[in-house]
């Protein structure tokens, strides 16, 4: 049987789907999130992510032929890599070792990159102070690609150096309108266009396993579950409640950049970022922390 195979990298737990072609949900698998502490910084422990991540998928070859595979994740944390091989551990996105390089460099930031493109308010959990610790803190060099979780992850099974455009919002250096990186703002930072990677929409094709597997693009776990209602909603209005470790409430609607365009949040804690296609957004709100609230 063809089978497709979605696995999301959760802040608390890493979550594997498998479905039919019929839509239906075959198996689903959970595992805690492995993450370690090293002098005060949490760090998502990739190895063991990606061990898990390639037993499951051995897993379901051995009992279905495999379709396709799609990974997402958390958003803001980023990795460093070079020949399809990670160059330092990744800081998890609520780390608040990056909190002194977002008070240091946040006015020319903010002057680089305005609500009005960026569709969120500049915070330190951000893609590019990861980057920016990296480079300035950890003295890290030799980087041909900076990607995030979900990115990484195919690209390590042989796909191509692609951001999916939920996780490029998630970096801050995005322009939503143009769904171009913001060349001034990565060139401040000493990195490239190239360094960053392209962009794709999620649900486009990104490369294939060693093995021939179509690897499709997912990102930002919370608007990859806004992806999957919104196919559920067959062109309906709709209200999507996302509950995690982090919550979000968020909808789909189509815009331009005039119609959208906002000087600052339009509700307290609202952003806007790219949605599936040309002139498609999601507005949300969140609450950051409502996972633990509910573990506490």
Known sequence: ??????????TTNIKSLVLGEDGRILEVLHWTT???????????????TRSYVESVIGKVEKLHSLAAIAFSSFGET?????????????????DRSTYSLWESHRESVDNLAPYRITGVENSYTFSLYKILLQKEVF????????????????YSL??????????????????IHSRKWNS????????S????????YTGEPVGKTKSGVPLVSAGHDHITGLYAAQAFAHGKEFLFDSMGSASVIAAVVSGTAESLDFAGPF??????GIAYEDHQYYIESNVRYYGKLLQS
Request: net charge negative; hydrophobic share 45%; charged share 20%.
């Open 1 to 10: 049987m063809n089978v497709f195979l979605g696995i999301d990298i959760g």
């Open 34 to 48: 492995p993450k370690n502490r090293e002098n005060g910084v949490e760090f998502l422990d990739l190895e063991i």
């Open 78 to 94: 980023v990795i460093p890599v070079r020949q399809r091989e990670a160059l330092a551990k990744p800081v998890m996105w609520y």
């Open 139 to 154: 003295r890290l060099g030799g980087v041909e690609n900076w990607l995030p979780v979900s990115s990484y992850l195919a």
């Open 158 to 175: 042989g796909g191509e150096p692609v951001w999916d455009m939920s996780q490029a919002c998630r970096s801050f250096m995005v322009n």
């Open 184 to 191: 001034p703002l990565i060139n401040h930072i000493g990195e």
């Open 193 to 200: 266009e190239e360094t960053m990677g392209d962009l794709a």
């Open 267 to 272: 509700m307290p804690g609202g952003t806007v």
